[in-house]
């Protein structure tokens, strides 16, 4: 999205300011470079319903006024689900990642999943190779996108500081998505790291 000693900055989805037209992924494209804020994270948060039609005109906006783009994968999608639930959840990644290549995204951002009451690292175990997989497809597919897992603000949620770093580490292709305000929540005691005093 940027070079590695910048920032940018953005909102998810369309800010409350846009105007009604042109409306839509386009409109807010335009109306981020107009309010001087140069990401977007397209939030495709229930599902991928989107036309490679729409994703030329999003990519082509989004060249035009210089912002980066990122995807929020639905929320559906889990590393750790059982064998009948793992091909539509697999499925959901894949679609955000395909479809937000063609909208010109570069980072497809996705909760990991959960715990099942397993330990992190027996989950780990399944969700290393599953998330491995799905990159060695993209990339055959000539797919360039980066996978984020997020961190997630449960401890019941397979996506601690410690997970997102050890699948960035282990899966080429993969770096971590840090959210701040999950990170502060996850421990249940107001302070961002687990067994330090508030």
């Known amino acids: 999205m940027s070079q590695p000693d910048s920032f940018v900055f953005g909102t998810v989805g369309s800010p409350r300011s846009m105007p009604p037209k042109p409306g839509g992924s386009v409109g807010a494209v335009q109306h981020m470079a107009h309010l001087g804020l140069m990401a977007l994270e397209l939030g495709w948060v229930q599902s991928v ?7 030329d005109q999003i990519r082509q906006a989004a060249a035009a006024m210089g912002v980066s783009l990122s995807v929020h994968a639905p929320y559906y999608i889990n ?8 091909p539509k959840a697999r499925r959901r990644l894949m679609d955000a990642a395909h479809y937000g290549n063609l909208a010109g995204a570069t980072e497809i951002v996705f909760h990991p999943g959960s715990y099942f009451e397993a330990s992190p690292e027996v989950v780990l175990k399944k969700a290393l190779p599953r998330l491995q997989a799905c990159l060695q497809d993209l990339r055959r597919a000539g797919n360039p996108v980066r996978l984020r897992p997020e961190t997630m603000g449960k401890s019941a949620m397979l996506g601690s500081l410690e997970d997102v770093v050890t699948m960035s580490q282990e899966v080429e292709g993969v770096e971590p998505c840090l959210d701040f305000a999950h990170l502060h929540a996850r421990p249940g005691d107001g302070c961002a790291t687990p067994g330090r005093p508030r």
């Open 49 to 55: 319903r989107v036309t490679e039609s729409t994703c």
């Open 79 to 86: 590393l750790n689900a059982g064998r009948a639930e793992w």
